[in-house]
């Protein structure tokens, strides 16, 4: 994908070799500044991204806080921040990507264009919301918060270094900890995960075999990787945000912040576009129905099931001892968890609806107990969590609202 600019490169002496790789990758114009410029430039050039060309600390403090924050307030789409700094340097900016300024100029570029498709993504999402409205739709809307309120960063390890990370790692997004490279191959398969760290007191032939397995998958090809030492071999060419750093909690956190937000945001971007594909039928913070669209697509089940003698189930989630962030974890991974002819909405108490088409009671109960364990699991953050399953299915002569009163009006418990 080519580099559509404007590009602001800012830098205290001419980068000739950057704007040369910039420019052979297609990024047109170009404009460079140096740091005492640079905000006055930013408001000017109206930037598609910014690149920091010179590692080390910002001549200007003032002028780094500026535009700082121009970038995290643009209007529009998102402005990818690319910053070069060493292995043991800060960032010059919070927000910017790290890039290595020992690595080969091609490595950077990549990185760079994979931020700008996040970019063209989110203006994509802008410019159909927009259209919808004008068109007198109701169009969903992106959450007003941080990405990072919905991120969660997986860390593997079992090292002195675990406990430390953990507690700096969870003060800023949602920590899942694995202890074995097994765990943390199957937390990847069933949980949303914005961020790898992994390699704290584990065998470098498992972190190799692990990193191997990322390389394999077209799906963790941007996911942000952070490798704790470099007993491994160096598989940046293959994952374009995978960085090697050393033990340092605080720069292991910030280095991995900016990509995880990115990250994030994408995750937040795509249930956006299938919600705008589908005309606002799906929950754009879970990936599920509306809980209108649920109950428009459950009376066409009801309608088919009475119809054709089919099977038809339904089940209620209710979870007690977990908070509000972790339901919400739940639902968004429900989707997972249910076959492709199944669909579930999110209530407006916070419980989980789904139904199971052609699917008897004896069927659905196997089913509930499993998925119910599952998400057990997944929300279970410290305190023990009860699922209270209630399912109905459908009878002769049901209508929705009898289906629907005795799904709300009962429970069963199908899982402690």
Sequence with gaps: ??????????????????????????????????????????????????????????????????????????????????????????????????????????????????????????????????????????????????????????IAGRGPLYPALSVAMGERVKMVGALSIEAAAKHLNVREIDGIVLGDGLPPRMVEAFITMLTQEPRFRDIPVAVIGDAV??????????????????????????????????????????????????????????????????TKAVAEAADRSQSLSMARYAFEGTHDRAALDGARLLTRLTRPVDFACRDDDGAILVAFTQTDLREAHMVARRIAAELKAIMKSGASVTANVTLATLKAGDTLDSLMQRVLGSRMVAAE
């Design 1 to 154: 994908m080519s580099l559509q600019g404007p590009i602001l490169v800012v830098a205290e002496h001419p980068a000739a070799d950057l704007v040369a790789a910039l420019g052979d990758a297609g990024a047109f114009p170009i404009v460079e500044t140096n740091w005492n410029d640079a905000p006055t430039a930013f408001v000017s050039v109206k930037p598609a991204a910014v690149v920091i060309a010179e590692p080390g600390a910002p001549p200007s403090e003032a002028s780094a806080r500026m535009l700082c924050l121009q970038i995290a307030t643009a209007k529009d789409a998102i402005v990818p921040t690319l910053a070069f700094a060493h292995r043991d340097d800060d960032l010059p900016l919070p927000v910017a990507l790290p890039a290595d300024p020992t690595l080969p100029l091609s490595h950077a570029v990549a990185r760079l264009q994979a931020a700008m498709r996040l970019r063209g993504l989110h203006a994509t999402v802008l410019r159909r919301t927009e259209l919808l409205t004008s068109q007198g739709g109701t169009a969903p809307h992106l959450p007003p918060t941080d990405p990072l309120d919905d991120a969660t960063v997986l």
């Design 233 to 298: 071999p160096d598989f940046r060419e293959h994952l374009i945000n995978l960085e090697y750093l050393d033990g340092d909690v605080s720069r292991i956190v910030g280095r991995m912040m900016p990509m995880v937000r990115l990250h994030a945001l994408e995750t937040r971007l795509l249930r956006m576009l299938k919600s705008l594909d589908a005309d606002g039928t799906f929950d754009t913070e879970t990936g599920l129905l509306t809980r209108d669209s649920f109950l428009h697509q459950l």
